[in-house]
């Protein structure tokens, strides 16, 4: 009997040992590990990432440059437009003292020429503790995240078979256009171009309320909205004529789409008792109306026959380049809303007399003139793509600078 226990013994040494089960992963922490592979395989972060060292990079010029001719770099973030709304942000449109039209004279309703949503942005962030100046850079910045996140969506329907590479080659070029310093500036154009992508991303998904609130929205940030409202409003109508299965929702962004400019607009026709007094008061307080491009014409023509400066004839080369390259998206068949609202864009900056040294701001929300250059970089080799990228963004970063330093005019 010993003798059989002994066996036994032995024989339950030479068994091998169960395994250790590993410990049940919680709930959390499975949450977690499947947000976090999300996140390595999304291309988001990559575009945030990317426009975050563009624009930091060019900003880092401009405070150079800014120190060299003994200024601040605050002072120029802040500069032209900026000051006005810096100034509604804190005081509103009722209260906003020394006014001045074109001819220095007072001038109480030329606050009504800048729309509301900025400044309206700018104030919420302070009544969560910032000061305006810090408040009114961290929107802009904020926006520019989400313009980047856009842009990839953009570059997916512009060219499915490159994955998200040219979505991230429109970001950099975006990010670094020449004058794309304004994204980092107390200036409209980061929340505009922002609403503007995804109202875009909206139209080519055809996901019709977000197109509609985001043309609402832009169409409180300025007044190129209606540029915007005219590609969302005839692509939806397209899908409701077609019959389509989403023409409810296609008929209800056509309807949400102009409440924010078509309000404003007729906000500030009730203020001045003229149906007509926005474009009023953009001409009293800076000579500014539509004039079918006569004053652009004239400009153009004294810029490249006359002895101008670099950054004047800079600048015409650059809108010259951009009509060239509308027409290069319309023959390599960019989606038709993208086209139209990109030649819109320009036509609107093109044909309005005013500043006509402001134009490259003007055109930086018409971001689909840069989807043929995205498109032909995206088919070549990576360093091809790389090189011809960052020698954009080197001249962007350039002229932006230049601009806010060595330019003695309104930008």
Known sequence: ???????????????????????????????????????????????????????????????????????????????????????????????????????????PDAPMAFFPLYPKLVGAVMWLGADVVTAALAVSVLAGLVLACGLIRIGRAVSPDRGDGTGLLLVALWAGAPMAIVFSMAYTEAVFCAFAVWALVGVLERRWLLAGLCTFAAGLSRSTAVVLVAVVVVAALITVFRRDEKRWWALAGAVIAPLGVAGYLGFVAYRTGSWTGWQDIELRGWNTEFDFGAETADSVLARLTGDESVFSTLTVLLLLGA?????????????????????????????????????????????????????????????????????????????????????????
């Open 1 to 107: 009997m010993d003798t059989l226990i002994v066996l036994r013994e032995v024989d339950d040494l030479d068994q091998p040992a169960a395994p250790e089960k590993a410990p049940r992963q919680g709930r959390p922490a499975r949450v977690l590990d499947r947000v976090l592979d999300r996140l390595a395989r999304s291309p988001y972060p990559r575009a945030i990432l990317l426009y975050l060292v563009i624009r930091t990079a060019s900003v880092q010029l401009l405070d150079l440059l800014a120190a060299r001719r003994g200024t601040t770099l605050t002072d120029r973030l802040t500069a032209w437009d900026g000051q006005w709304y810096l100034r509604l942000a804190v005081h509103g449109y009722a209260d906003l003292p020394g006014t001045l039209d074109a001819a220095r004279q007072p001038y």
């Open 323 to 411: 009509v060239a390259l509308v027409l290069v998206a319309a023959f390599i068949r960019v989606p038709w809303p993208l086209t139209l609202y990109g030649a819109g864009v320009l036509l609107l900056a093109i044909g309005t007399r005013g500043l006509p040294d402001a134009k490259i701001r003007f055109i930086l929300p018409a971001f689909p003139v840069l989807v043929p250059i995205a498109i032909g970089l995206s088919k070549r080799r990576t360093v091809t793509a790389v090189a011809a990228a960052s020698a954009w963004v080197v001249l962007g970063a350039w002229f932006s600078a230049h601009a806010l330093t060595a330019w003695r005019y309104a930008i």
